[in-house]
């Protein structure tokens, strides 16, 4: 049965094969990241935010943040700043500098890192300086720019109606809402009537966002609010499998069977190639120590293995435990046979 939930999604010229989208996460959306669940079918991925400032004083590791593998696209880079002249400095650069198809602005982090620069979720206290910021950055560019923001600073100050039109007003071609306020942070329920009402008072394409945590959820925000498109962040950790699952259920009705153990464990061998070669060892190890854990969830005994990958210095030492534990599940579904 088809479901006909995957019309055609785009952002301004920029056309998506469906309408499932890799979010966003700081610390997690690196090149080696994206490219592993770009090939489990997202429509869009966004890369993690980067600093304006930084791409502004040309530092090193700021920059490096910027490498794009060209089988990643189409792909929104994301800036954060809360100063108008070095976001758009910034915007320029990506403009002319990255393969980038979108510009995202970040207001939406809540770290208290980001608040201080007046960056990120801070943004939302003040409509018309939402719309100040992004319409310097559409005069000052010639990719499309989207805004990526949650729905209010806190229960008292949702303004995400009179936001989501200032984007739009301001020459942005999408916006992505998250369905919380700064002060929820990632706790509690996101407020998908919040985002169905932003998308019936702006005419851009609105991307939805938080609590998408199953194929079935997907499939609920977008007949619930209107949407555009599902955004999937935390559900994809460990788990490029939800967004292939997310993409099959909205096109056929049919939900794909969850990966096995040695599944899980190739792909995170995959991923963790692609670190090292984007990192090297001292830093991709440190790194894909988080995400073998997530990797490992939900398979049998993966308490012992995590606490020793979480010891590991070297890419030996790490490749040698999560093949071990492939043997390990392998020798055990054996015995059962057996039995």
């Not at 952002?11 to 979010?23: E, K, Q």
């Amino acid at each position: 049965m088809m479901m006909n939930e995957q019309k055609p999604f785009q952002i301004a010229h920029i056309v998506m094969d469906n309408r499932v989208v890799l979010a966003p996460m700081a610390g997690i959306c690196n090149s080696a990241f994206r490219l592993t669940v770009k090939e489990f079918g997202a429509g869009l991925v966004y890369a993690e935010m980067i600093s304006d400032k930084g791409l502004v004083q040309r530092n090193q590791k700021t920059l490096d943040m910027l490498y794009i593998d060209q089988r990643e696209n189409p792909l929104s880079l994301q800036i954060f700043g809360g100063d108008k002249e070095t976001l758009v400095e910034a915007a320029k650069y990506v403009d002319q500098h990255t393969p980038a198809d979108i510009i995202d602005i970040n207001m939406g982090c809540p770290v208290n890192k980001i608040i201080k620069c007046e960056a990120g979720a801070r943004l939302l206290l003040d409509p018309n300086k939402v719309y100040e910021m992004v319409a310097a950055v559409v005069d000052a560019v010639k990719k499309p720019v989207s805004v990526k923001m949650r729905i209010g600073w806190d229960d008292e100050h949702i303004f995400a109606i009179e936001n989501a039109q200032a984007v739009e007003r301001a020459g942005a071609a999408a916006v992505a809402v998250h369905g919380r306020t700064r002060v929820q942070m990632y706790e509690g329920k996101a407020d998908w009537n919040m985002i169905k009402q932003v998308k019936e008072n702006v005419g851009i394409p609105v991307l939805g966002n938080g609590d998408v945590e199953t194929p079935q959820d997907a499939k609920r925000m977008l007949e619930t609010t209107g949407v555009d498109a599902v955004m999937i962040g935390r559900a994809a950790l460990g788990n490029p499998w939800m967004i292939y699952r997310t993409v099959q259920y909205l096109e056929t009705g049919e939900l794909k069977e969850e990966p096995s153990a040695a599944e899980k464990i190739d792909v995170c061998l995959l991923h963790f190639e692609r670190l090292l070669q984007l990192k090297g060892e001292t830093v991709a190890v440190r790194e894909m120590r988080k995400h073998a854990s997530w990797y490992l969830k939900g398979i049998r005994g993966n308490g012992k293995i995590r606490n020793a990958i979480n010891q590991t210095e070297t890419a030996v030492e790490l490749r040698a435990l999560l093949t071990g534990v492939v043997a390990e599940y392998e020798t055990r579904e054996t015995e059962l046979m057996v039995q």
